[in-house]
């Protein structure tokens, strides 16, 4: 199954996923789920892996070898390693091609009836997909809550205030994504249930009785299945409440924790948990060592997502009144307002992530990317980085905090780039790499990359590991220098035990970074040009050629030049795992225009008025608004029942 997979094997067959076009923006989190059903098949050459007309059992993916599709006896194409088939027939129920192994394969099949449980069991798995398969036969055995994923939330820090959260993160997601939500809670032994109550929020309520006081209230699932058949709903939040027959009914846990432990383990007989680390502004985790997760090594798995932060003042929230009011009357803060809608983005599965290369000013394009997403209010839950674009993240997620939207870190980073001392700092580093830390501690504070609300991942390369580490603890400034730490130009960071330079040398654009983390919508960014070498005059004499090849000033910049191009497309190979992906051109003397910081407004000019920049931008909004809104092709809301 993927989540027993080494890393680099799961992100292939992820991205072979996405090139169905029905699942080309299905998140990642649904797609991983989608590769923890299939199983691993193989085919000797010549075996007829379905036929023409003959009933859909599921699809398949190739990874191996080659596959002929042919209809009516004559072959249409050859499929090579990496290509599904068969998706598009689960809709008519019947394959409309017969495929054969040219080869001997291998590759993974999926099984209809495990596809349709995941369509339907989860509201955020993309809408084109479920009408894609709303003509489809339906499964022999259907999910017991078709269309609903249930919730259930526990808590482990002292003094949170649970059900005040859970009734403002419905009202939230009620608000900004307009899916269905029904909160049921606990009510007095013996009571009658009441009908549910549809709020001024949208929010729908019932309590249900408890078996005795004190005790849980118990939510019988023929109710549950009758409440959500009723309501339509994409959610339901059981807030201390159990539902009664077999196992526990549950699609996901959310458990409210003091601090995320990377090597916990939490077990639940189904579902998924969400860890929500919950941060007090005024007294937030700081780690004196800078720690990190070698990039190429799985996380917990599936089963446990990567964290949400809640960034939150629960003395602030006790005194709050909540009721069923709608959101606006609650005159939330923009801190709170903020942290809430990151949580919700995160239990939705509708976070967003950026993955920033280096290439020193240049790196002045990811400051207009975030100034863009800003201004057309596109949300930042991830930024991963390497080198300069780990600058740029710095000063954006820094100064991003309690509702402030890191433009001013973005403004501050701009005046020190004119300023020159960006250029002093960079001309330091070629004796020790402080002088890049000093700098950033200066303008961020003593801040730490686990109290940053959007999830700051920048990447450096150990060298006594041979490793690409993504960083999650530690000061952002030391973070930053490690990151940036070019070999051989400027010193190295040196955190006993380990070695670090620049993050680019082993993952220029860290698109793999935010899938690990969690992000459902990728963007990427490789914004470092690849140099081209002119044609140079050559004698025409044999002697003459000779001795002009020995010119070590030609050979070094012959070497400058393919540096330059191995760092640009391995950037372009690992930006493959991105949504949507940004690659800027050649340019002339790219290395050199890096380092001249005092050409940042240029290059902030020249991002604006790039053509292929915007219409990736636009794109990008685009997907984003599909993941949010869910709307169907007459552009109203579906979802539940309705949808598929």
Same mark, same amino acid.
């Given at each position: 199954?993927?989540?027993?997979?080494?890393?680099?094997?799961?992100?292939?067959?992820?991205?072979?996923?996405?090139?169905?076009?029905?699942?080309?923006?299905?998140?990642?989190?649904?797609?991983?789920?989608?590769?923890?059903?299939?199983?691993?098949?193989?085919?000797?050459?010549?075996?007829?892996?379905?036929?023409?007309?003959?009933?859909?059992?599921? /699809?398949? &993916?190739?990874?191996?070898?080659?596959?002929?599709?042919?209809?009516?006896?004559?072959?249409?194409?050859?499929?090579?390693?990496?290509?599904?088939?068969?998706?598009?027939?689960?809709?008519?129920?019947?394959?409309?091609?017969?495929?054969?192994?040219?080869?001997?394969?291998?590759?993974?099949?999926?099984?209809?009836?495990?596809?349709?449980?995941?369509?339907?069991?989860?509201?955020?798995?993309?809408?084109?997909?479920?009408?894609?398969?709303?003509?489809?036969?339906?499964?022999?055995?259907?999910?017991?809550?078709?269309?609903?994923?249930?919730?259930? /939330? +526990?808590?482990?820090?002292?003094?949170?205030?649970?059900?005040?959260?859970?009734?403002?993160?419905?009202?939230?997601?009620?608000?900004?994504?307009?899916?269905?939500?029904?909160?049921?809670?606990?009510?007095?032994?013996?009571? !009658?249930?009441?009908?549910?109550?549809?709020?001024?929020?949208?929010?729908?309520?019932?309590?249900?009785?408890?078996?005795?006081?004190?005790?849980?209230?118990?939510?019988?699932?023929?109710?549950?299945?009758?409440?959500?058949?009723?309501?339509? &709903?994409?959610?339901?939040?059981?807030?201390?409440?159990?539902?009664?027959?077999?196992?526990?009914?549950?699609?996901?846990?959310?458990?409210?924790?003091?601090?995320?432990?990377?090597?916990?383990?939490?077990?639940?007989?189904?579902?998924?948990?969400?860890?929500?680390?919950?941060?007090?502004?005024?007294?937030?985790?700081?780690?004196?060592?800078?720690?990190?997760?070698?990039?190429?090594?799985?996380?917990?798995?599936?089963?446990?997502?990567?964290?949400?932060?809640?960034?939150?003042?629960?003395?602030?929230?006790?005194?709050?009144?909540?009721?069923?009011?709608?959101?606006?009357?609650?005159?939330?803060?923009?801190?709170?307002?903020?942290?809430?809608?990151?949580?919700?983005?995160?239990?939705?599965?509708?976070?967003?992530?950026?993955?920033?290369?280096?290439?020193?000013?240049?790196?002045?394009?990811?400051?207009?990317?975030?100034?863009?997403?800003?201004?057309?209010?596109?949300?930042?839950?991830?930024?991963?980085?390497?080198?300069?674009? +780990?600058?740029?993240?710095?000063?954006? !997620?820094?100064?991003? &905090?309690?509702?402030?939207?890191?433009?001013?870190?973005?403004?501050?980073?701009?005046?020190?780039?004119?300023?020159?001392?960006?250029?002093?700092?960079?001309?330091?580093?070629?004796?020790?790499?402080?002088?890049?830390?000093?700098?950033?501690?200066?303008?961020?504070?003593?801040?730490?990359?686990?109290?940053?609300?959007?999830? /700051?991942?920048?990447?450096?390369?150990?060298?006594?590991?041979?490793?690409?580490?993504?960083?999650?603890?530690?000061?952002?400034?030391?973070?930053?220098?490690?990151?940036?730490?070019?070999?051989?130009?400027?010193?190295?960071?040196?955190?006993?035990?380990?070695?670090?330079?620049?993050?680019?040398?082993?993952?220029?654009?860290?698109?793999?970074?935010?899938? +690990?983390?969690?992000?459902?919508?990728?963007?990427?960014?490789?914004?470092?040009?690849?140099?081209?070498?002119?044609?140079?005059?050559?004698?025409?004499?044999?002697?003459?050629? /000779?001795?002009?090849?020995?010119?070590?000033?030609?050979?070094?910049?012959?070497?400058?030049?393919?540096?330059?191009?191995?760092?640009?497309?391995?950037?372009?190979?690992?930006?493959?795992?991105?949504?949507?992906?940004?690659?800027?051109?050649?340019?002339?003397?790219?290395?050199?225009?890096?380092?001249?910081?005092?050409?940042?407004?240029?290059?902030?000019?020249?991002?604006?008025?790039?053509?292929?920049?915007?219409?990736?931008?636009?794109?990008?909004?685009?997907?984003?608004?599909?993941?949010?809104?869910?709307?169907?092709?007459?552009?109203?809301?579906?979802?539940?029942?309705?949808?598929?």
């Amino acid at each position: 199954m993927a989540r027993s997979m080494p890393l680099d094997v799961q992100r292939r067959r992820l991205y072979a996923l996405k090139r169905a076009p029905a699942l080309r923006h299905t998140s990642n989190t649904v797609l991983l789920q989608l590769l923890d059903l299939a199983w691993d098949v193989a085919w000797a050459q010549d075996t007829v892996l379905c036929e023409e007309g003959q009933e859909a059992h599921g /699809f398949f &993916l190739l990874l191996e070898g080659e596959l002929e599709a042919h209809r009516d006896g004559e072959l249409l194409l050859t499929l090579g390693p990496g290509t599904p088939l068969g998706f598009e027939a689960l809709m008519g129920g019947h394959y409309s091609v017969t495929a054969r192994a040219a080869t001997a394969c291998k590759g993974l099949f999926f099984p209809r009836d495990a596809v349709w449980a995941l369509v339907h069991a989860r509201a955020g798995l993309r809408q084109d997909l479920k009408r894609l398969l709303a003509h489809a036969e339906p499964p022999r055995q259907p999910d017991p809550l078709p269309h609903v994923e249930v919730v259930t /939330f +526990s808590n482990e820090v002292t003094g949170a205030p649970l059900s005040r959260l859970i009734e403002l993160v419905a009202k939230v997601i009620t608000h900004d994504f307009k899916d269905r939500v029904l909160l049921v809670r606990t009510g007095e032994p013996g009571a !009658c249930e009441p009908a549910p109550v549809k709020g001024a929020d949208g929010v729908l309520r019932v309590t249900v009785p408890a078996p005795q006081r004190g005790a849980p209230g118990r939510l019988g699932l023929e109710r549950l299945r009758e409440l959500s058949r009723e309501g339509d &709903l994409h959610y339901v939040f059981l807030d201390g409440c159990q539902v009664t027959e077999g196992a526990p009914l549950v699609d996901k846990h959310v458990a409210l924790v003091p601090r995320h432990e990377p090597t916990r383990e939490f077990r639940l007989a189904k579902g998924r948990v969400l860890p929500t680390v919950l941060i007090d502004p005024l007294r937030p985790p700081r780690s004196h060592a800078l720690e990190g997760r070698p990039q190429d090594r799985p996380g917990a798995g599936t089963h446990v997502l990567q964290p949400c932060r809640l960034r939150l003042d629960v003395r602030r929230l006790e005194v709050l009144e909540v009721d069923d009011r709608p959101l606006a009357d609650l005159r939330l803060g923009c801190a709170e307002r903020d942290a809430l809608s990151r949580w919700a983005r995160a239990i939705t599965h509708r976070r967003v992530g950026l993955a920033l290369s280096g290439g020193g000013v240049w790196g002045f394009y990811h400051v207009h990317i975030l100034r863009w997403l800003v201004e057309h209010r596109v949300p930042v839950d991830f930024v991963s980085s390497s080198s300069m674009g +780990s600058l740029v993240g710095a000063y954006f !997620c820094g100064t991003a &905090l309690d509702g402030h939207s890191g433009l001013s870190g973005l403004r501050r980073l701009e005046e020190q780039a004119m300023s020159r001392r960006l250029s002093l700092a960079a001309m330091a580093a070629v004796i020790t790499t402080y002088s890049l830390e000093h700098l950033v501690a200066h303008d961020l504070g003593d801040v730490g990359l686990e109290e940053l609300p959007i999830h /700051f991942l920048p990447v450096a390369t150990d060298l006594t590991r041979g490793e690409c580490m993504a960083l999650e603890r530690g000061h952002v400034a030391q973070a930053v220098r490690a990151s940036g730490s070019a070999p051989g130009m400027w010193a190295p960071t040196v955190v006993p035990p380990a070695r670090y330079v620049d993050g680019a040398f082993t993952s220029m654009v860290p698109a793999n970074v935010l899938v +690990s983390a969690g992000a459902d919508l990728v963007f990427s960014s490789n914004i470092f040009p690849f140099g081209v070498r002119e044609p140079a005059w050559m004698p025409q004499s044999r002697a003459g050629r /000779f001795l002009a090849n020995l010119n070590p000033v030609s050979r070094a910049l012959d070497l400058v030049a393919s540096g330059v191009l191995l760092l640009h497309r391995s950037g372009d190979a690992e930006s493959l795992m991105a949504d949507v992906s940004y690659d800027i051109q050649s340019a002339d003397t790219p290395l050199r225009t890096a380092m001249e910081f005092t050409k940042a407004r240029d290059i902030l000019e020249r991002a604006a008025t790039d053509e292929a920049l915007a219409e990736r931008l636009t794109e990008l909004k685009a997907h984003w608004e599909e993941m949010r809104a869910h709307c169907g092709p007459n552009g109203r809301h579906r979802g539940g029942q309705q949808a598929a």
